[in-house]
């Protein structure tokens, strides 16, 4: 009698760690299923009313499997919605998100995701960040080391720069034909008069970002805002006086460098 008493325990035990786990497995199912789902309605969100133009391409099943296998564990609102939006570009524009992207971004750390949220107001040409040199704006030494060790910046090395001349153009300002020297930030054409420069030979300091960087930088830009009278002071680090001549306006057509002249604001107020 004793010996079926516990034998009869043991086969309730493992019946009981049996259900145990299906029920586990299920609640995980539906969790991830749920993530899923959370995801898909951030991306098709940020799609609104536009056409995807895949007209002659289809975003790829590796691409899909790899995004839902990810978006299965995002359980973070904030998080859903960035995958929402890598989707979303993917759709609008296949094979614009690498899967190399994929992975960078599935590694990513808050603090680093963080550190790159504080660096977009000072990306510019969409692939460079702005650095002054000072080694604390506009970005802190430790979030440029940050942004090196996720992945999004190719390096950093305090003290080591790469530096570019502002690009010359002309442009119908002031009802005249005026040379500017400008930088592009996002949907900003940023620019001063030749004229103001005072003789000033200007060049920025920055650092190369990785095709994660620039594809990640795509796909959140619009949601960032702009920090102009931080931007002035970091880009004119080395003429400090220049700051209050800097103008900016939008673009209009940034693939044609068309820009609105109508609306042209001070950066530094």
């Not at 080391?145 to 992945?151: A, I």
């Amino acid at each position: 009698a004793i010996f079926f008493f516990f034998f009869s325990r043991i086969i309730d035990q493992d019946s009981a760690k049996q259900v145990l786990r299906s029920l586990i497995s299920q609640t995980i199912q539906e969790e991830e299923v749920a993530n899923i789902i959370k995801c898909s309605i951030q991306a098709a969100a940020c799609m609104g009313e536009s056409n995807p133009n895949n007209d002659s391409e289809q975003v790829s099943q590796d691409f899909l499997s790899r995004w839902k296998n990810e978006a299965r564990l995002i359980s973070e609102e904030a998080t859903q919605a960035l995958w929402g939006k890598i989707l979303s570009e993917e759709v609008k524009t296949p094979n614009s998100i690498s899967l190399r992207t994929l992975d960078i971004l599935r590694n990513l750390t808050r603090v680093e995701a963080e550190a790159f949220e504080r660096a977009c107001p000072f990306i510019l040409f969409n692939k460079v960040v702005l650095d002054s040199g000072d080694g604390s704006t506009p970005l802190s030494k430790d979030d440029m080391t940050h942004l090196r060790d996720s992945g999004l910046i190719a390096h950093f090395t305090p003290g080591i720069y790469k530096s570019s001349k502002w690009s010359p153009s002309k442009t119908e300002y002031n009802e005249m034909e005026t040379e500017v020297l400008y930088v592009n930030q996002g949907n900003n054409f940023v620019f001063i008069e030749a004229r103001n420069t005072e003789g000033a030979n200007l060049a920025f300091r920055y650092w190369e970002l990785t095709n994660a960087g620039k594809e990640l930088y795509r796909i959140i830009n619009s949601q960032i805002s702009d920090q102009p009278e931080s931007l002035a002071r970091a880009l004119c680090a080395d003429h400090p006086k220049l700051a209050q001549k800097l103008k900016y306006t939008n673009y209009t057509d940034i693939s044609t460098n068309s820009v609105d002249l109508s609306k042209v604001k001070i950066m530094v107020v």
